[in-house]
Each structure stands twice: as C-alpha cells, then as structure tokens.
C-alpha cells in the first residue's frame, strides 16, 4: 500500500475472467478488479499439456488459471496484479468443465445425483506492479479444491434445472449461489471455492507477494476506505 499525504492508493487487481460470479464474489470482498476476458483456447492448451504426460484433477484448473493470466499479462497491462482462474469438477477420476449442451448436462446430472465431486479452483497471480510501487515481478499460484455433496434429484428436477441454461454456463454443470443451489446439500471446504474465487487462498497467494489483501479494499466514493467503516460499523 501506497499513502500520499492522506489518500490511501489502492493496489489494483485484474481479473482474468467474464465469470459474474467471480466478480460478485470479488466485488462482496470490497475489491473493484478491472476485468480483461484472456481469450484462451483451453482445449488447445490441455492438448499441449497432456503431450507432457497425465494432468492430476487439481493442477487442470491451475494451469488453466496460470494460460489465462500470462495471456492478459501479455497485453502491456502494466501497475497491477493479474489474477487468472478456472474450475473443474472431478467425478470419479475423471474432469468436467461446462456441459457442451443440455444432453450432456442432464447425463452429467443423473451421474452426480445423490453422490459427491470436488470442485478444484485453480488460482495464477501474476505481479505487474512496478518495483518502486513494491513490485515483484513474480508469479503464484494455487488450486483450492472442496467436496461437493449433491442432493438425490428427480428426472423432473434435473430436466427443469437444464432447461433453465444455467448448468451450461458454469464448470460442473451446477451453482452454490444461484438456481442449483438446493441441489448442493453440503459441502466440505471453501464456500467460495465452489464459486469459482476462493478469498481465503487469494488472500494466501498476495501475502507470497508482499501484499495484504486489505490493501486491495476499495475506497467508497468520499475516499474512506471499507475498513475505516467496517470499523465504525462495528463500535
């Protein structure tokens, strides 16, 4: 963080991502991130990869996160820190991102009814800030991975889900924070994770940085930042 006189400036996150949800999720945490969609071709990328050898479950997601953020990191952005995710569901072994169509997503469904997947969240940060600004250079990255239990639904229900389109939209045909919700039952580990941006691993990965999460906390129009009022809130 950077204070001139009395003004507090606050270091600034790109989002790697058209995911609404992960924008919410940022937005809610008092982050304003700049958004730049990457653009990446994801299969070609997996393809390369796995020319390599196999990819774990956890490290698809990661490196997914990792081509969309050096893909934005590319474009001469330059004074921020790019965060780049991406999230798959893992069912018996084996990834699923979104549903190519509605048929998929109803047979996807009625494999996840009534039993349990992990949600691996592959986070990439890249620092773009300059070295006076406390700029690394460095790039982190992690992959926060929850246990998702799913509720015994109907063929009713799953039509009635997939006709909504939402379980196309969004990797493993299924939300926590929107019309699927009632399908979840529980889950084990990170609530945001399953979103799609888990806060607590971010604030992990900035902290690698020399960056306190607190330092991204927007100001409120009058310049005052969120904490300065959660504390008032609070008293």
Not at 38 to 63: K, Q, T
Request: overall charge neutral; hydrophobic content about 40%.
């Amino acid at each position: 963080m950077i204070i001139v006189g009395n003004v507090r400036s606050v270091v600034r996150l790109l989002l790697a991502s058209q995911s609404p949800a992960r924008l919410a999720t940022l937005r809610s945490a008092g982050i304003e991130p700049v958004v730049q969609v990457s653009g990446v071709d994801e299969d070609a990328v997996l393809a390369a990869a796995r020319e390599r050898g196999p990819l774990p479950p956890h490290d698809v997601p990661l490196l997914l996160g990792r081509a969309k953020a050096e893909k934005v990191a590319g474009k001469t952005f330059t004074g921020m820190i790019v965060l780049g995710c991406d999230s798959v569901l893992e069912l018996d072994g084996e990834i699923h991102g979104k549903p190519a169509d509605s048929v998929e997503a109803v047979r996807r469904w009625r494999r996840m009814r009534g039993r349990s997947g992990i949600l691996h969240s592959g986070h990439w940060l890249i620092d773009l800030r300059e070295p006076e600004d406390g700029g690394t250079g460095r790039a982190v990255g992690d992959t926060a991975s929850t246990t998702v239990h799913f509720a015994d639904l109907s063929d009713a229900e799953i039509r009635a889900y997939v006709a909504t389109g939402e379980p196309l939209r969004v990797a493993g045909a299924f939300t926590i924070d929107g019309l699927g919700g009632p399908f979840v039952t529980a889950i084990d580990g990170d609530h945001h994770a399953v979103v799609g941006l888990s806060l607590p691993l971010l604030r992990t990965l900035l902290g690698r940085l020399g960056v306190s999460i607190t330092e991204l906390w927007r100001t409120d129009p009058d310049h005052e930042p969120v904490r300065r009022r959660a504390r008032r809130a609070a008293r």
